[in-house]
C-alpha cells in the first residue's frame, strides 16, 4: 500500500537530512518570483433578490466570500534561494532517478543555465510547455498561457521512461493517418496541452498555486514504477502526492506554510498519510485530530 509522509518545515533543512540515492523522482513547483503576493478566495453564490449577481432567467444571486489562501512570491535573488535545494535533489536522487522543475517565463531561462552547472547540460533531457487556454485575455501582448517544465535526468544514459503507459491524444487530422491509426491516437510531444484546475470542480483545493492532476498523473506514470519513493519539496496543495498515491507510489511532501499543510490534512484525511513538523516528530495521521498548530 502507498503512502503519504508530509513535513511541515523549511525544505532546505528537510533536504539535507534525506539519505543520498533514496529518491526516484522529484518534481517541484516552487514560487514563480512574480513579486505578487498569489491568492485564491473561495466564494459560494445563494438565491437572494437583493444580490450582486444575475444568473439565469435573471434570479439574482449573492456572493459569500469563504476562505482566503496565498503567499509571497518574491525573492530579491530567486536563484540564490533554489540554488542549494537544486544541489541537494541532484545529491537525494537515485542513479536513474529524473528532476522535473516546474516554473514559468519569469526564471526558467536563469534556472536552466543553473540546472546545467549543477546537473551538467547533458542530463539536460526536455523542456515541456503545458499549455492552457483560459484566463483574461491582454491588449498589450501576446497573452502568456503556458508554463514550462524541465526534466533533468541523474543519469543521461539510464533513466526511467516508460513508454508504454503514455497516454494517446486524438490526431488532429485523423483522415490523413488512416482508420487504424486514428482509433488508437498519437503520443504527445513536448507541448502539452491541459486544462487549469477548474475553479469549480471537485479537484480545486482552494490553493492559490494548484497544478492539475493530469500533468502530474503523466510525469509520475511515464517516470517512475510503481513502489518507487517520489519527492516534491514545494508541496502547496499536495497534488504531486496524490498523483503519486493513486499510482501505487510513496511521496515525501514538504512545505512551510501552514494553510498549504491545513489544505492537505482536510485533502488526505483517509489515505495513508502521516505529518512530522521540524523536529521529524509525528503530529497528524489519519487516527488522529491532532492540529497542525499542536
Same mark, same amino acid.
Given at each position: 500500500?502507498? %503512502?503519504?509522509?508530509?513535513?511541515?518545515?523549511?525544505?532546505?533543512?528537510?533536504?539535507?537530512?534525506?539519505?543520498?540515492?533514496?529518491?526516484?523522482?522529484?518534481?517541484?513547483?516552487?514560487?514563480? #518570483?512574480?513579486?505578487?503576493?498569489?491568492?485564491?478566495?473561495?466564494?459560494?453564490?445563494?438565491?437572494?433578490?437583493?444580490?450582486?449577481?444575475?444568473?439565469?432567467?435573471?434570479?439574482?444571486?449573492?456572493?459569500?466570500?469563504?476562505?482566503?489562501?496565498?503567499?509571497?512570491?518574491?525573492?530579491?535573488?530567486?536563484?540564490?534561494?533554489? +540554488?542549494?535545494?537544486?544541489?541537494?535533489?541532484?545529491?537525494?536522487?537515485?542513479?536513474? !532517478?529524473?528532476?522535473?522543475?516546474?516554473?514559468?517565463?519569469?526564471?526558467?531561462?536563469?534556472?536552466?543555465?543553473?540546472?546545467? +552547472?549543477?546537473?551538467?547540460?547533458?542530463?539536460?533531457?526536455?523542456?515541456?510547455?503545458?499549455?492552457?487556454?483560459?484566463?483574461?485575455?491582454?491588449?498589450? %501582448?501576446?497573452?502568456?498561457?503556458?508554463?514550462?517544465?524541465?526534466?533533468?535526468?541523474?543519469?543521461?544514459?539510464?533513466?526511467?521512461?516508460?513508454?508504454? +503507459?503514455?497516454?494517446?491524444?486524438?490526431?488532429?487530422?485523423?483522415?490523413?493517418?488512416?482508420?487504424?491509426?486514428?482509433?488508437?491516437?498519437?503520443?504527445?510531444?513536448?507541448?502539452?496541452?491541459?486544462?487549469?484546475?477548474?475553479? #469549480?470542480?471537485?479537484?480545486?483545493? !482552494?490553493?492559490?498555486? @494548484?497544478?492539475?492532476?493530469?500533468?502530474?498523473?503523466?510525469?509520475?506514470?511515464?517516470?517512475?514504477?510503481?513502489?518507487?519513493?517520489?519527492?516534491?519539496?514545494?508541496?502547496?496543495? !499536495?497534488?504531486?502526492?496524490?498523483?503519486?498515491?493513486?499510482?501505487?507510489?510513496?511521496?515525501?511532501?514538504? /512545505? #512551510?506554510?501552514?494553510?498549504?499543510? +491545513?489544505?492537505?490534512?482536510?485533502?488526505?484525511?483517509?489515505?495513508?498519510?502521516?505529518?512530522?513538523?521540524?523536529?521529524?516528530?509525528?503530529?497528524?495521521?489519519? #487516527?488522529?485530530?491532532?492540529?497542525? @498548530? /499542536?
Amino acid at each position: 500500500m502507498a %503512502k503519504l509522509e508530509i513535513f511541515f518545515e523549511d525544505n532546505l533543512n528537510w533536504l539535507k537530512r534525506i539519505e543520498s540515492s533514496s529518491i526516484n523522482l522529484i518534481y517541484i513547483d516552487p514560487p514563480f #518570483n512574480t513579486g505578487k503576493t498569489q491568492q485564491r478566495t473561495q466564494i459560494k453564490t445563494i438565491a437572494d433578490n437583493e444580490g450582486d449577481r444575475v444568473g439565469f432567467g435573471n434570479k439574482k444571486y449573492k456572493s459569500l466570500k469563504l476562505s482566503t489562501t496565498g503567499y509571497k512570491d518574491s525573492f530579491d535573488d530567486f536563484l540564490g534561494f533554489i +540554488e542549494p535545494r537544486l544541489i541537494e535533489a541532484k545529491r537525494i536522487l537515485t542513479k536513474n !532517478g529524473s528532476l522535473f522543475f516546474h516554473l514559468d517565463y519569469r526564471e526558467i531561462h536563469y534556472c536552466k543555465v543553473l540546472l546545467d +552547472e549543477i546537473f551538467g547540460r547533458d542530463s539536460f533531457i526536455n523542456e515541456i510547455i503545458w499549455s492552457y487556454d483560459y484566463g483574461a485575455r491582454s491588449k498589450k %501582448k501576446w497573452s502568456t498561457k503556458h508554463d514550462n517544465i524541465l526534466w533533468y535526468a541523474q543519469n543521461p544514459d539510464n533513466y526511467i521512461f516508460n513508454y508504454d +503507459e503514455i497516454d494517446r491524444i486524438p490526431y488532429m487530422a485523423p483522415s490523413l493517418v488512416g482508420e487504424e491509426k486514428a482509433k488508437i491516437g498519437k503520443t504527445p510531444t513536448d507541448v502539452w496541452w491541459n486544462t487549469i484546475v477548474s475553479p #469549480n470542480g471537485k479537484e480545486k483545493t !482552494g490553493y492559490a498555486t @494548484q497544478k492539475p492532476l493530469g500533468i502530474l498523473n503523466r510525469i509520475v506514470k511515464i517516470h517512475s514504477n510503481s513502489g518507487d519513493r517520489l519527492c516534491d519539496f514545494f508541496a502547496g496543495s !499536495g497534488s504531486f502526492g496524490e498523483a503519486a498515491y493513486k499510482l501505487g507510489r510513496d511521496c515525501l511532501l514538504v /512545505d #512551510n506554510n501552514p494553510q498549504a499543510i +491545513e489544505i492537505m490534512k482536510k485533502r488526505f484525511s483517509n489515505y495513508n498519510c502521516t505529518f512530522y513538523n521540524e523536529l521529524n516528530v509525528m503530529i497528524s495521521n489519519p #487516527n488522529s485530530s491532532t492540529s497542525i @498548530q /499542536d
